[in-house]
């Protein structure tokens, strides 16, 4: 399954929890519990696949983009075109700065 597929059948299953739960707030159903577990379930299992395919080519660059006001962005691109993007709270930037420049350091020694 691509992670397109993934992204969709977890948008399904997300707009399904959602019904689920706006039912529990009318009448508690045994089924309804069940199926809302499942769902549950079977949304933690797609958000713990890894993203990106065994067989991706690693990405080209990265590039740190500093908003005023916004999240600092980290942003891959890949030499034919790809892009992913995350944005990182500050301690989380800061953690994946120190890990970076830990791992270069052990390279120049």
């Known amino acids: 399954m691509s992670v397109t597929d993934h992204a969709a059948t977890r948008q399904q299953l997300a707009e399904m929890r959602s019904r ?28 713990a696949e890894p993203d990106c395919p065994a067989d991706a080519e690693p990405m080209a660059r990265a590039i740190v983009t500093d908003v005023p006001g916004q999240p600092v962005c980290l942003s891959l691109y890949g030499s034919d075109g790809r892009v992913a993007t995350i944005g990182l709270p500050p301690l989380r930037a800061l953690a994946i700065a120190q890990e970076l420049i830990g791992a270069a350091g ?4």
């Open 106 to 109: 052990r390279r120049l020694r």
């Open 20 to 47: 689920l739960l706006g039912n529990l707030g009318k009448q508690i159903e045994g089924g309804d519990l069940a199926l809302l577990a499942s769902v549950q379930a079977a949304i933690a299992v797609i958000d």
